[in-house]
């Protein structure tokens, strides 16, 4: 018996050895696997872009692909007007992005926007190549979004007018009143043969830029400064020098067009008016020469200080691939996107040497003097905390703007009903200055 009973023994022990080696080599083998899978996944992910900029985002996803072969990304976009509200409704209704790009002020009020501080840290990115924007992206302390691009205004000059007048061209030093004088100057005629010396569009942006230029900002206590840049554009108009407010908004009249007609001087955009401009000389719309300086500037403020009005890739705290999406967002955002985006014309978020000389090319296309938009002192055309654009530019400096551009208001009073307006609807939300 205790012969049987050691045997017994000895056999059961063997077995649970053996059972115990094959579960470890199981747990071992399976493990590996699991592994590999995890390295290999594939990954699908879903962003939303401008309408302008889906072709260079699919673009540098081919680039991104090479290093990143298990990352699928559809991209989709609705057109510009309709942009914001189409994507709020689609993440609203459970329809996800993991990644979205614009304006973060249109965005942030989602609460959605993933903080990107220990994306950033881990990645080691090197965040000053953003320059003075990239506080601009921090909202509570937090970074939610960083650019890809963004838009530094500039005045684009008619060189063939200028020639014909034998006036000289634009300096890239002349104050607002200096512009106005060269306006007048190379306004002539009436009806269809009137040439005006500037065109200014119907924005509230391209009339309250001068007291930004210095330093102030749209939701500031004091508005003061803005009194002598909207003294400015109404006196523009009585001049005779710019078309009219009302005439611009009854006729539909487009900076784009209206300058590519031939018969305004000076015109005073975005950085994009490059790309618009190249076009029309590509497809034979643009029949004269063209160049660009700064914009005008305020008496005791530097030369070439611009707006900027910076564009951004922002990523979706639920996305269920934060790694990858951070992925996409740092590549389109850091150096190696930047490159691509400059030299398909973009002024880029994330500037150094190797991207400028992306931006600037060869030399061989208009305009000449395009190194201005790399020299610009920038501030914010506003800033990013939610409902500004709606709620102060569109509304407030908007209708109040107005009223004073058809001279149903005064100068001083329009100020005075702004400021009041800010103080009451939005600077209470986030305290005094």
Known sequence: MKKRFSLVALLLLCFSLIVGCSNGETEKSSAKPKEEKSSNEKVSLKMAVFPADEAIFKQGYENFKKDHPNVDITFETFPQQQYYEKIRMQLSGGEGYDLFTGQMDNMVDTGILAPLDKYIKDSGVDVSGYGSMYDTYKYDG?????????????????????????????????????????????????????????????????????????????????????????????????????????????????????????????????????????????????????????????????????????????????????????????????????????????LTGYMDKDVEAAYLGDGSQKPKNLHYFLETKEYPEYPMLPGVKNVVVEQIFKQEGELALIGQKSVDDTIKDITKRVKDEWASKYGEK
């Not at 009219?244 to 975005?270: C, D, L, P, R």
């Not at 005008?296 to 790694?323: F, Q, R, W, Y």
């Open 142 to 346: 937090k970074v939610l979004s960083l650019p890809y691009r963004k838009s530094n205004w500039m005045l684009y000059y008619n060189k063939t007018l200028f020639d014909q007048k034998g006036v000289p061209y634009p300096s890239d030093d002349m104050t607002w009143d200096e512009f106005r004088e060269l306006a007048k100057k190379m306004t002539s005629g009436s009806g269809e043969n009137k040439v005006y010396g500037a065109y200014l569009q119907q924005w509230p942006q391209t009339w309250y830029m001068g007291a930004v230029q210095k330093g102030a900002s749209i939701i500031d206590k004091d508005l003061k400064p803005f009194k002598d840049a909207l003294q400015t554009r109404v006196d523009l108009e009585k001049d005779g020098s710019i078309m009219k407010w009302s005439e611009q908004v009854s006729t539909g009249a487009h900076y784009n067009a209206a300058f590519q007609k031939g018969n305004i001087a000076m015109n005073i955009i975005g950085d994009w008016h490059v790309a618009q401009l190249r076009q029309g000389e590509k497809e034979g719309t643009l029949k004269f020469d063209w160049d660009v300086v700064p914009i005008p500037h305020p008496e005791g403020v530097a030369k070439n200080t611009s707006l900027a009005l910076p564009v951004s890739i922002m990523m979706n705290k639920n996305t269920k691939h934060p790694k990858e999406a951070f992925e996409f967002l740092k590549y389109m955002t850091g150096k190696e996107g930047a490159e691509l985006l400059a030299g398909a014309g973009y």
